[in-house]
């Protein structure tokens, strides 16, 4: 079963500052990684993709990964009171499975 | 856009009582799949499945049945309810996996054990 360690539990950044979430994963057959956000009330949606090594950029959101270490990342620069929400990293170790991290709860405050 | 809807949005049941959780999809994704969110634990898998007619194990079967008699329809079935099945319950589609295996997620269905 694939583990994931996701980091941090919660953060508070202020607005336009930068938020920082880490993930690991465990099976080394993942090759495929999302980042989904959910707003309170909502379901999950998908954020980004990113399935090569280093950074991906869209607009204020950079994922990066490292597939060596199986790690993924995201920044968010110049944070806004609407980012803020539960973020969620996955990775697919099966064709069709996606395995999620506990998530990260961002506060970004005005 | 992808639409994922679930019904009911919100259910009590009593203990050893049967629910059903439904999940209809329009976007004619082969993949379906059921969760449970709680505080702590993120998005567990339940049950998932390929297309009509078929279902998968996730990493929490225990206690849950699925049914997938269409295309567009997936069912959670809790046939004796318990009280640790209090939860947030969401269903997803998705197209075939790898890099196009985005998941769709529906609004959620929020059970309560009684």
């Known amino acids: ?110 | 856009e992808a639409a994922v809807t679930q019904s009911p949005r919100n259910k009590v049941a009593v203990t050893g009582g049967k629910v059903t959780l439904s999940c209809n999809q329009t976007n004619n994704h082969n993949n379906m799949y059921w969760y449970r969110q709680d505080t702590g634990h993120g998005l567990r898998l339940i049950h998932y499945s390929y297309g009509a007619g078929s279902t998968e194990k996730g990493d929490i079967p225990d206690g849950y049945k699925a049914s997938r008699p269409s295309q567009e329809n997936f069912s959670l079935i809790l046939e004796l309810a318990t009280p640790s099945q209090t939860s947030v319950y969401f269903c997803a589609s998705g197209a075939a996996g790898g890099r196009y295996a985005e998941q769709f997620f529906g609004p959620g269905t929020r059970l309560t054990v009684l």
Not at chain 1, 19 to 32: G, I, K
Not at chain 1, 34 to 53: C, D, T, V
Not at chain 1, 89 to 96: E, I, K, L, R, S
């Open chain 1, 1 to 110: 079963q694939q583990k994931v360690q996701q980091s941090p539990e919660s953060l508070i950044v202020p607005e336009g500052g930068m938020a920082s979430l880490n993930c690991t994963f465990s099976d080394r057959n993942s090759q495929y990684f999302w980042w989904y956000r959910q707003h309170s009330g909502e379901g999950p949606k998908a954020l980004m993709s990113i399935f090569s090594n280093g950074d991906k950029k869209e607009g204020r959101f950079t994922a990066h990964l490292n597939k060596a270490s199986l790690y993924v990342s995201l920044h968010i620069k110049d944070s806004q009171p609407s980012d803020s929400a539960l973020y969620f990293c996955a990775g697919m170790p099966n064709y069709n499975v996606l395995y999620f991290g506990s998530g990260t709860k961002l506060t970004v405050e005005p």
